[in-house]
């Protein structure tokens, strides 16, 4: 199979019509060096987009404080996301916090060494094994090690899987994050059974939402995304206390054209008009659910 390479974020990132409100959190970034190792079982070659990119992106932004998630390419090496961490917790004490990739074996050690450093959580991803060494089966036993540092799971999976996944879903005991709106396709609209699946578990409590990544569940590859608007609110008025919102960036396994991330917050603008809702998405539930 051809590993494909995909195309760069965009690089000079416009200043948002809107003004995100002080502490606002990103809640899922990547970065990618040419000196870390990669799996040989990826599914793509990332762009390089280094630590520097994303503090000049965020500073167009006015985003402060920020969460690097594992991307598949990695595996379970969390060399880059470590490094980017460290570095910005460095500069500014308690800036950000990582969301890593384990294999089955991972002991309470490695986790108690990760929390105390900033980690916060394990990411499950079943749409490119690279990043999932880990069976279904094997799911409680990770979780037993998780519980005891109050850590969550995030997932990432195809939007279809959704349904069939809700009996594993529903049995998690720690909290757990899904990113991307899910991946519910925009153009099946807010009673597809998928989404309507997706609502079921926010109201239950003990899922957290990002609207994250509208670009991967619109029909348009470029903001404003108005057919992502239905879905983000109504995910909103199922639960506004277990929703975040994440740029993405870089924005990888992309291969045509990548958003202008000062657009992508000015529609997270039309999507949430309230301030004080604005603030509990981008300060207070992100605050409270990665221990900031």
């Not at 349904?163 to 720690?174: D, G, Q, R, S, T």
């Not at 079921?200 to 939402?209: A, C, I, K, Q, S």
């Not at 199922?238 to 740029?247: H, Q, V």
Request: net charge negative; hydrophobic share 40%; aromatic share 8%.
């Amino acid at each position: 199979m051809t590993i494909r390479d995909c195309i760069a974020p965009h690089r000079h990132p416009s200043v948002p019509d809107i003004t995100l409100p002080k502490g606002s959190i990103d809640t899922h970034v990547h970065v990618f060096y040419d000196k870390y190792w990669l799996s040989p079982a990826r599914g793509y070659n990332p762009p390089e987009s280094t630590l520097e990119d994303l503090k000049h992106l965020h500073s167009q932004l006015g985003v402060d404080r920020v969460v690097f998630t594992q991307p598949s390419p990695y595996g379970t090496d969390n060399s880059a996301i470590i490094d980017g961490m460290t570095a910005l917790n460095a500069e500014t004490p308690d800036r950000a916090r990582m969301v890593v990739a384990v294999d089955a074996d991972v002991t309470e050690e490695q986790i108690a060494e990760w929390d105390r450093i900033g980690g916060r959580g394990v990411r499950l991803n079943t749409d490119n094994k690279g990043g999932m060494p880990i069976g279904f089966d094997e799911i409680p036993d990770l979780e037993a090690k998780l519980k005891p540092f109050g850590w969550h799971i995030e997932w990432l999976f195809p939007g279809k899987d959704i349904v069939e996944l809700m009996p594993v879903l529903k049995k998690i005991e720690v909290p757990q994050s899904i990113g991307h709106f899910a991946y519910q396709p925009a153009k099946a609209g807010v009673g597809a059974e998928g989404f309507q699946a997706l609502l079921g578990l926010v109201r239950d409590g003990n899922t957290w939402v990002k609207i994250s990544g509208a670009n991967r569940v619109s029909e348009t590859d470029l903001p404003p995304y108005d057919d992502v608007l239905p879905m983000a609110r109504a995910l909103i008025e199922a639960n506004p206390e277990r929703i975040m919102w994440g740029t993405d960036w870089p924005h990888p396994n992309k291969y045509e054209v990548n958003p202008d991330d000062g657009d992508l917050v000015n529609a997270f603008g039309e999507w949430v008009t309230d301030e004080e809702m604005r603030r509990k998405i981008m300060v207070d539930t992100p605050a409270a659910f990665y221990r900031f």
